[in-house]
């Protein structure tokens, strides 16, 4: 039987400090396993970290477009090292574009965003993408580097501006699904191919329904599951056994030997 690959944590955050085991081991009985994601150097470090101590962690390194300050020639130069040294590196990200936070100004966002598509072309490493209130920006950006896939995390959007990019990118559903009133992202998911969905956390942030506002762990990706099985009417067991397929394509992870 598949089990759930939750493509999007943030599992070295500090609310999980505390019973770091306990949910470390929920991973380890219930799913395939979690991909953690940096949003800058350090927090890259110790996603690899995470993913050299477990088998069933993956890392992604990258610096968040709200960081994007702390990119310059010398992180770009380390995380470019690790990505060609480090087994276990398996993607570019998160990187993109923030308009709700701006902590910095569009055009030194982009220049970030774009320096980091080059890298990850230069690896040739696919990218997880960040957009938050700059679908249209980031788009754009992305477009001109037509040889870098990847997944659209959290993505905002409709499926007809998501259409040109499906050849090469999927779409990370989270726990925003579950959410009574979040209609669009319901319809989404009802018009978007199967085959191009992968299921996230974002953990500790966006926890499902029914534990909406507490802290999410990656566990709670079964519930996103459900949601989409119910909007597509299939099975739970087809929508975990696809996107896990889709989670592995995308990352490059190898199937488990005692599969
Ligand atoms: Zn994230």
């Known amino acids: 039987m598949s089990k759930i690959i939750d493509t999007h944590t943030h599992i070295y ?19 395939e396993g979690i991909v953690s994601i940096g949003f800058d150097l350090e927090s890259s470090l110790k996603s690899i970290e995470l ?27 380390e995380l470019e090292r690790l990505a060609l040294t480090e087994k276990k590196v398996v993607a570019i990200g998160e990187i993109g574009l923030d308009y709700h936070w701006m902590e910095d100004p569009k055009d030194v966002q982009i220049a970030g965003f774009r320096k980091q598509m080059e890298f990850a072309e230069r690896v040739k490493k696919p990218v997880v993408i960040h957009t938050r209130e700059a679908l249209q920006d980031t788009l754009d ?35 925003t699904l579950t959410f009574k ?42 519930y996103v599951a459900e949601e989409v099985a119910k909007i597509k009417e299939i099975s739970v067991e087809e929508v975990i056994k696809i996107t896990t397929e889709n989670a592995k394509k995308i990352y490059g992870i190898e199937r488990k030997s005692n599969e």
């Open 181 to 222: 009133n979040n209609k669009k992202t319901k319809e989404l998911v009802k018009e978007l191919p199967l085959e191009k969905i992968v299921l996230e956390t974002d953990c500790p942030y966006l926890t499902p329904v029914p534990f909406r506002g507490k802290r999410n762990e990656p566990v709670y990706t079964k």
């Open 13 to 31: 955050d500090k609310q999980f400090e505390d019973d770091f085991d306990d949910v470390m081991k929920r991973i380890e009985d219930e799913l």
């Open 141 to 175: 950006v992305l477009k001109d580097y037509k040889n870098v896939g990847g997944i659209l995390h959290c993505y905002p959007g409709s499926l007809e501006a998501a259409k040109p990019f499906l050849d090469r990118y999927y779409l990370g559903i989270g726990g």
């Open 51 to 77: 993913a050299n101590r477990y088998s069933f962690v993956n890392a992604v390194i990258g610096v968040h477009p709200v960081d994007i300050k702390k990119y310059n020639d010398e992180v770009e130069k």
